[in-house]
């Protein structure tokens, strides 16, 4: 069965630093996400992403995110300059279309911000 | 701000019974439902979902049951199996703005007994 695989599943990195988390989204889904979780909270909604463009964010996703499609097959969240905040779990997720459809999840990268 | 509530955290059930997550919610412009299981160091895994023009769908063993006017769905689990141990979180997209993402509970973690 098709699934969405992230990478790493563990980064550790200092404050300041930046971190590029990569994903891979079931081929034929169109729609791409990211989420977080915070130890302890609940999941929240980073981005979504369609056709090589942002299609929304929530008030998380500020400057210092980034999302990119480099590629025919990965999906990445860039954090620029990362905050002791920003340590939590990243789930990225892909959906066949976007409304009202399901959303399968990855993993997970679980970010370590000393 | 708690559009999407699980108010219970935990429920133990005995192995073979009737196992019933609840989850409210407030925002009248959520027209569809998810539920997710997820185990530790995994990502959240689909289990069912529902559209707001239907009250109930059944999956197996899962059943989503949606009550619009009391803003409330439930999942029942018959039977319960160890193997259902997990937390649940329920989760809801809107129509309009907002309709790519995601909203997530906070989960109820399930235990079931053998």
């Known amino acids: 069965e098709p699934e969405v695989t992230q990478t790493p599943s563990h980064q550790v990195t200092q404050m300041g630093q930046e971190v590029i988390l990569r994903c891979v989204p079931i081929?034929?889904?169109?729609?791409f996400y990211w989420y977080r979780q915070i130890l302890g909270q609940k999941v929240e909604f980073l981005v979504s992403f369609y056709n090589n463009e942002i299609s929304e964010k929530s008030e998380i996703f500020d400057d210092q995110f980034s999302v990119e499609r480099p590629d025919g097959s990965n999906f990445t969240l860039k954090i620029r300059s990362t905050k002791l905040e920003d340590s939590a779990m990243y789930f990225c997720?892909?959906?066949?279309?976007?409304?009202?459809?399901?959303?399968?999840f990855g993993p997970g990268t679980r970010l370590l911000v000393l | 701000d708690q559009q999407v509530k699980q108010n219970s955290p935990s429920l133990s059930v005995q192995e073979g019974r009737i196992s019933i997550l609840n989850c409210d919610y407030t925002n009248s412009m959520f027209d569809y439902f998810l539920w997710y299981k997820k185990y530790p160091a995994e990502g959240p895994t689909f289990l069912i979902s529902?559209?707001?023009?239907?009250d109930k769908n059944e999956d197996g063993r899962f059943t989503v049951f949606l009550n619009k006017s009391a803003k409330h769905l439930s999942l029942h689990i018959v039977p319960s199996q160890p193997g259902d141990s997990a937390v649940y979180f329920c989760a809801a997209s809107a129509r309009g703005a907002g309709s790519y993402q995601l909203t997530f509970g906070k989960g109820t973690k399930l235990s079931v007994i053998p």
């Open positions: 081929s034929n889904h169109l729609y």
């Open positions: 997720a892909s959906s066949v279309q976007g409304a009202r459809e399901t959303q399968y």
């Open positions: 529902i559209s707001s023009i239907k």
